[in-house]
């Protein structure tokens, strides 16, 4: 059974910084794409940003390119992400997700993504 545990959410007034952290316990992540998606109220949830941990490899969406860097400890089993000069846009509900096998077509597509954390809430003022 896979659980994913989202943490390091908070209040940052904009051009701030936070770190998430997503613990995964359950299976050997070796194999898996993990990645973070999140939602504002009253919109869908949208792809941030998936690593690979075989490769290392990282994928990013627009809107965060430059200013958000995910990571992964591979001996701590838990997943990261950096975010930089945080804008009000930025509020949302963060979700930590794994998946596997995930081609890179898919990457971006939430339902690519079989295993979900129950969020953590990012707010953004300005």
């Known amino acids: 059974q896979v659980q994913l545990v989202e943490s390091g959410g908070g209040l940052v007034q904009a051009g701030g910084s936070l770190r998430l952290s997503c613990a995964a316990s359950?299976?050997?992540?070796?194999?898996?794409?993990t990645g973070w998606f999140r939602q504002a109220p009253g919109k869908e949830r949208d792809f941030v940003a998936a690593i690979r941990w075989s490769t290392g490899s990282t994928y990013y969406a627009d809107s965060v390119k430059g200013r958000f860097t995910i990571s992964r400890d591979n001996t701590k089993n838990t997943m990261y992400l950096q975010m930089n000069s945080l804008k009000p846009e930025d509020t949302a509900v963060y979700y930590c997700?794994?998946?596997?096998?995930?081609?890179?077509?898919?990457?971006?597509?939430?339902?690519?993504?079989?295993?979900w954390g129950q969020g953590t809430q990012v707010i953004v003022s300005s």
């Open positions: 997700a794994a998946g596997f096998p995930i081609p890179d077509p898919i990457i971006r597509h939430a339902p690519s993504y079989a295993h």
């Open positions: 359950g299976r050997t992540f070796s194999s898996y794409v």
